[in-house]
C-alpha cells in the first residue's frame, strides 16, 4: 500500500528555519513527482514546491523561492523541504503529495497524500 508520511513540523521564530520531510513507502518505481502544499486557517490549499524523482527536477512558488529547497534522497525514499528566513505567513499545514507524473501543483494530479504536519512561525 502506498503511504505518505510528513514529520519536521513544530514551532519557530520569524528567520527561523525548519526541516521537513515526507517519507514514502509502497512504490515499486521511481518515476514519480512529490509535491508540497500548505493550508493556512481560512484559506484554500496552495502549492509550495515540487521534484521530480526522475529526473530531479524542481519547481517553487514565487513566495517560497530563494527561501524554500526541495531536495531528494533516494536511498531513504524521502524527500525533504528545507525551509529558511520563516515568515509568519508561512504558518500552515504542509502536506505532502505523490503523482505518476510531474503535474506542478495540479492537485487532481496527486492521488497520494500524507496526514499533514503543522508549521507555525510565531514570536
Known amino acids: 500500500q502506498l503511504q505518505l508520511v510528513e514529520s519536521g513540523g513544530g514551532l519557530v521564530q520569524p528567520g527561523g528555519s525548519l526541516r521537513l520531510s515526507c517519507a514514502a513507502s509502497?512504490?515499486?518505481?521511481?518515476?514519480?513527482?512529490i509535491g508540497w502544499f500548505r493550508q493556512a486557517p481560512g484559506k484554500e490549499r496552495e502549492g509550495v514546491s515540487c521534484?521530480?524523482?526522475?529526473?530531479?527536477?524542481?519547481n517553487y512558488a514565487e513566495t517560497v523561492k530563494g527561501r524554500f529547497t526541495i531536495s531528494s534522497d533516494n536511498a531513504k525514499n524521502t524527500v525533504y523541504l528545507q525551509m529558511n528566513s520563516l515568515k509568519p505567513e508561512d504558518t500552515a499545514v504542509y502536506y505532502c503529495a505523490a503523482s505518476r507524473v510531474y503535474a506542478l501543483y495540479q492537485e487532481n494530479a496527486y492521488a497520494y497524500w500524507g496526514q499533514g504536519t503543522q508549521v507555525t512561525v510565531s514570536s
Open positions: 509502497g512504490f515499486t518505481e521511481d518515476d514519480y513527482a
Open positions: 521534484i521530480s524523482k526522475s529526473d530531479g527536477n524542481t
